[in-house]
């Protein structure tokens, strides 16, 4: 992201998060989360333009507004792992004792769990209380319908990260450059044959989520 768009508070608190984050995630799982950022700054300087409009509401992106979507990616994405610092039984754990609203699905999910739980650990452990930046971590993993721009972003970054390499990551790369709408039907479309073609589980959202990214409701 443009960094000087934010404010000296905004970077000094995401300095802060970046250090904890260090301490705290083996080097992979850190390098991951940075790299989700380092490409998340690249597609919003791409895709918030000052004459686009909004997602959620009409109306141009006005400094302030930029200012606020940059910092709430910026957490979004240095924290979307966080969950995964903690092993599944730990996290299940979690669910549990503090009751947490995680249907029976996702807490047998172990690859999907760190982000339905991510938002309750984010809150707990870093104080953070913005509904957006939480939805953003929670959903992180399955996406939902009519994702924002900004949680698009997030989404599609921790995708293709310079970190990643995969069969077609190149494709995707383009796409989120020049069609960031294509890109997310590629990637889920990809990820949905990826789970069927190993007969895998698909989240029960997964086809709601599919036909809102195909136009339909
Ligand atoms: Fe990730």
Redesign the pocket.
């Known amino acids: 992201m443009d960094k000087l768009i934010l404010s000296e508070k905004q970077r000094e608190n995401l300095k802060g998060l970046v250090e904890k984050i260090k301490s705290v995630m083996p080097p992979g799982l850190y390098s991951?989360?940075m790299g989700?950022l380092k490409y998340a700054q690249k597609l919003a300087n791409l895709h918030f333009k000052p004459e686009a409009k909004r997602d959620e509401t009409e109306g141009k992106h006005t400094e302030d507004s930029k200012r606020e979507i940059y910092y709430r990616l910026s957490v979004s994405c240095i924290l979307?792992?966080y969950g995964?610092i903690y092993d599944y039984m730990e996290l299940v754990e979690t669910v549990k004792k503090n009751k947490l609203n995680i249907n029976k699905f996702e807490l047998n999910c172990q690859s999907l769990i760190h982000g339905f739980v991510g938002d309750y650990l984010v809150k707990r452990d870093f104080g953070i209380s913005d509904e957006k930046i939480l939805k953003a971590i929670k959903f992180?993993t399955i996406g939902y319908c009519d994702m924002s721009l900004e949680d698009k972003i997030l989404f599609i970054s921790?995708k293709v990260e310079e970190g990643r390499s995969y069969e077609g990551i190149d494709n995707f790369r383009n796409l989120s450059i020049n069609n960031i709408n294509l890109c997310l039907l590629e990637i889920y479309r990809s990820t949905i044959i990826y789970v069927i073609k190993r007969n895998k589980l698909l989240h029960p959202d997964t086809s709601k989520i599919w036909n809102s990214i195909c136009g339909g409701k």
């Open positions: 991951h989360s989700t979307h792992d995964k992180h921790d």
